[in-house]
């Protein structure tokens, strides 16, 4: 599975790659039994990673040479390329009609993007992603195939654009091996202030005052729970004034003990923030106005009937009603975590086992820019937004069924914005850290207490990274194209899914001269989030991949193995059986590389060429001003797995749309991909 750390078995994830996978060889396993239980499931990735047949001659190959038009078919050889081509030409003539529609369908989008003064959609305080670790050091710098000892004690920078919260850091920090010496220098970049004002709100509170014993814990609650304890308002208030009294870049770097550098004038937008919170400048609803409290009054008396009458005085919760209504995300745990699912739902608390009645204070930090998916509306009816413009994306004009999205332009700044929880409703903390790190605490059935550890834990150790000055944080909110940062270089650099706005060439032109060539793990990271919207939008066989039925039988094989394995535990064990350790899912099933590549193909017209041109061949998108994409149809990334899997992951259910791509310099003696 791309997501296992190498070294460890594809099925049970436990250390040990002895036996592999007879056809690829890159799957690896601890046990024959480990390998014929993923049998199933590894055969998508094994069809890509496995030798390939020529289209022609049916002979294997091990290299590839690929129809330079569709790349969805190889070759032994042109002459064999040209005596299949009656055979072919239809089916190829299609896949790049295809992409050409999807390009033009696209074009619409990253045209609205390219001229936005700022996305004005709800601030991504939780992410909607699993958190990475940004280096990954044992499987590459200081993997055990590596001589360098150095590598353990070297200094290492890293550049976050559209970063988001911080648990990429966090976890990134967790994740470093115990022999670890050398320091971190990280910079952040978020075009929200908000987001950014949130993080530098979190960084202060870990380095701010070393004689608060449990920071950890208290900041945990502060991330995630809709509303705290007395001593959570006391750290959160006291944090608040003293930001709220930087009014430069060197204020705020004194503030932080040296922890934290950003410019002056975008300290400023940040202090906006920070007096929001400090004077709890969120709306408060009217509980007499019919129109705020009808879809709370429908969502109240399953938490009334834990006799918590008085969270209706919570204007925050009366808020979050609003967001979650009809919300259920029992429907995707297994069912000794739904009761977990129910209480996120019914009271957002997230605490180290606090009653909710001693949860006194509304959380501001929550609150802020509201978006597209509720929208408030003042005492006596009139709207409390005036959005300057409102921009459509593509599937709201081409397909209005299927749209789920609204890009909103507004310049205003952050004191001229009404303050409202805004928190999408399925968006939760057991969606963006990871499950199996979690259990590996100490498995519950109740889920908040085993992920409040688990993240306790990340936390407490970047807190004593931080102390230990091994870290040091630069924090922008300037847009992503314009940043200046020639005179630097960093090791990694992730985008986030800026990609999906401006086209991966731009942003390989744009951050990758700043990898550093000395570095040979260097690496640009980049996701996409979009392809998923917009190729299935298209009921197109060519994009929707002709094995997908196989697989999709393949899942149903394994999922009937797993019915009847439980309720033979069931019948042994009766109501004390639990279901077998892997459930299968069946977004496990499907290696969807060939469709990635077609939308990075659609996206390279939209955002390069143009729509009238032909659609690229594989080699012009995976290659940029001397760097090159890893090719994932043959192996696997090296610092971000290609894709999230499910398997074992059964509470925390991540978010299955996320792709993620690696830019790197190549060796002079690599060669690369062929097309025909």
């Not at 790659?17 to 056809?23: I, L, N």
């Not at 590549?597 to 041109?613: D, F, H, P, R």
Request: hydrophobic share 30%; glycine share 6%.
């Amino acid at each position: 599975m791309s997501d296992v750390r190498r070294g460890h078995c594809w099925y049970c994830r436990k250390p040990g790659d002895k036996v592999p996978c007879s056809r690829c060889k890159i799957g690896v396993y601890c046990s024959q039994n480990c390998l014929g239980r993923d049998k199933r499931r590894h055969s998508s990735e094994c069809q890509s990673f496995g030798p390939q047949k020529c289209n022609f001659c049916q002979k294997q190959l091990e290299n590839r040479l690929e129809c330079s038009g569709c790349g969805g078919v190889i070759y032994c050889n042109r002459s064999h390329q040209q005596q299949d081509w009656k055979n072919h030409k239809a089916e190829c003539k299609d896949v790049k009609g295809d992409i050409v529609a999807v390009a033009k369908a696209m074009t619409i989008t990253t045209e609205s993007y390219a001229n936005m003064k700022r996305l004005m959609d709800y601030p991504f305080y939780f992410g909607n992603t699993l958190a990475l670790d940004f280096l990954r050091l044992t499987d590459n710098e200081c993997a055990p195939s590596e001589t360098d000892d150095e590598a353990l004690s070297g200094n290492y920078s890293i550049l976050s654009v559209g970063s988001g919260d911080l648990r990429n850091l966090v976890n990134t920090i967790a994740s470093l091996p115990a022999a670890f010496k050398g320091s971190l220098n990280v910079t952040l970049c978020d075009f929200d202030p908000f987001v950014m004002a949130r993080n530098v709100l979190f960084l202060y509170i870990m380095v701010a005052d070393d004689s608060v014993s449990d920071v950890d814990k208290y900041l945990t609650s502060i991330w995630y729970s809709l509303q705290y304890t007395d001593k959570e308002e006391e750290i959160v208030s006291k944090a608040l004034k003293k930001l709220g009294s930087c009014s430069t870049g060197d204020s705020l770097y004194e503030l932080t003990g040296g922890l934290i550098e950003m410019e002056d004038e975008e300290v400023q937008v940040l202090r906006q923030v920070w007096e929001g919170w400090h004077e709890k400048r969120y709306i408060r609803y009217d509980r007499t106005d019919k129109n705020n409290m009808s879809s709370f009054d429908q969502s109240w008396h399953g938490f009334k009937s834990l006799g918590c009458d008085d969270k209706v005085e919570s204007p925050l919760y009366r808020q979050r009603m609003r967001a979650v209504k009809n919300l259920r995300l029992r429907e995707d745990h297994p069912f000794m975590h739904r009761y977990s699912s129910d209480m996120w739902v019914q009271n957002g608390k997230f605490t180290d086992g606090v009653n909710v009645r001693d949860l006194g204070h509304d959380n501001v930090t929550l609150t802020g820019r509201p978006g597209n998916d509720f929208s408030p509306r003042c005492k006596g009816g009139n709207s409390a937004y005036p959005y300057q413009s409102v921009v459509m994306d593509t599937h709201a004009i081409e397909h209005p069924h299927r749209c789920n999205r609204m890009l909103l332009e507004d310049s205003r700044e952050p004191i001229d914005i009404a303050f409202v929880y805004c928190i999408q409703g399925d968006m939760n903390p057991y969606r963006v850290w990871d499950y199996l790190g979690a259990e590996a605490t100490g498995y519950n059935d109740d889920m908040e207490p085993m992920y409040f550890r688990y993240i306790r834990k990340c936390i407490k150790s970047t807190v004593d990274f931080i102390r230990k000055k091994r870290l040091d944080v630069k924090t922008t909110i300037t847009e992503a194209r314009k940043l200046n940062l020639e005179d630097k270089t960093f090791d990694r650099i992730f985008t986030s899914n800026l990609q999906d706005y401006f086209g991966a060439h731009q942003m390989v032109r744009k951050f990758g001269p700043l990898l550093n060539r000395g570095n040979k793990h260097a690496v640009l990271v980049m996701e996409t989030l979009h392809w998923v919207e917009t190729v299935y939008s298209f009921n197109n066989q060519h994009f929707k991949g002709e094995l997908k039925c196989l697989f999709e039988r393949l899942y149903k094989q394994d999922e009937s193995s797993y019915n009847q394995e439980y309720q033979k535990q069931l019948m042994e064990r009766g109501d004390i059986a639990s279901p077998p350790r892997y459930r299968p899912s069946i977004e496990d099933y499907d290696y969807d590389v060939a469709d990635v590549i077609k939308y990075l193909k659609s996206l390279y017209l939209a955002t390069e060429t143009g729509v009238n041109s032909k659609a690229p061949s594989t080699r012009t998108i995976m290659e940029c001003d001397g760097l090159r994409m890893r090719d994932v149809r043959q192996g696997r990334n090296k610092v971000a797995p290609f894709r999230d899997v499910y398997r074992g992951r059964q509470g925390g259910i991540p978010g299955t749309e996320r792709r993620t791509l690696e830019w790197f310099y190549p060796a002079p003696k690599d060669i690369c991909t062929s097309d025909a």
